[in-house]
């Protein structure tokens, strides 16, 4: 018993050590297969760096304009993960986006230098990401919307790991190439669905199903850009599969 609840604690500090520069202090012992598991733990770190930004739009928010307090809260996540996913947005952007073939746009996404398109593609997310946060109705509402965003676009992160092959034969992601455990797609999806339940609660049942419509769209958009071509995912994409889902929350909540 103690070996099990020491083993998926060092699996969560792997996909903490992993999605954020958070230390832990903890030896995760790393193996592929502990790679591919600690996917099931993601919306929790998701859960952390939503909390993160929530403080970090709280304290500012007592002061000073709305709209300044949601750019720290966007920097603050930025600076928690390194900029993990943003990244993976870019490069996802530069490479569908600048090239005809599957293999140009492999290799441009393996390029650390950003382009036009992934340049505009940040520019764009971010904006409509402080716009769409900034428009919403109080301060409930904005802390419960990063919470909850930040939870279920990492939920969303490991869907795609589990109905897509992984497109290339070695990468930052090459330990997760194969399908992960049945196992983590349904901790990943209670932990959402739990994220939902508590955003009817605290808002209301349209917000939380107008988050979830807004989660499923833009899940669906960013594969069916990115995924035609490769013929599956990249560590890129699951950052951009990351940023647009968290994306499509707040501009669903930003409806009501």
Do not use: C, W
């Not at 832990?24 to 600690?38: K, M, Q, S, W, Y």
């Amino acid at each position: 018993m103690l070996s099990a609840i020491r083993n998926e604690l060092k699996t969560f500090a792997l996909a903490t050590h992993f999605l954020t520069r958070i230390p832990t202090g903890i030896d995760v012992d790393f193996t592929p297969e502990r790679l591919r598991n600690a996917a099931r733990y993601y919306p929790v770190v998701g859960a952390i760096i939503g909390t993160v930004a929530a403080a970090a739009f709280y304290i500012p928010d007592l002061i000073l304009p709305t709209l300044i307090a949601v750019i720290i809260a966007t920097a603050a996540t930025a600076l928690l993960t390194g900029a993990f996913h943003e990244d993976g947005l870019a490069d996802t952007f530069d490479g569908i986006s600048g090239a005809y073939d599957r293999a140009r746009s492999l290799e441009i996404m393996h390029d650390s230098r950003i382009g036009t398109f992934g340049a505009l593609a940040l520019i764009l997310v971010i904006t409509l990401k402080i716009a769409a946060l900034t428009s919403l109705s109080d301060t409930t509402t904005i802390i419960t919307a990063l919470i909850a965003a930040h939870i279920v676009s990492r939920t969303s992160i490991v869907i795609v790991q589990a109905t897509s092959n992984y497109a290339r034969e070695s990468g930052i992601a090459g330990p997760q190439d194969q399908r992960p455990p049945l196992i983590n797609t349904i901790i990943a999806t209670i932990t959402a669905l739990i994220t939902i339940a508590a955003t009817a609660l605290i808002l209301s049942p349209i917000a939380a199903i107008l988050a979830t419509a807004g989660a499923i769209t833009a899940h669906t958009l960013i594969r069916l850009y990115f995924q035609p071509k490769l013929k599956g995912h990249t560590g890129d994409t699951l950052g951009a599969t990351q940023q647009i889902t968290e994306l499509g929350i707040y501009i669903a909540l930003a409806t009501t």
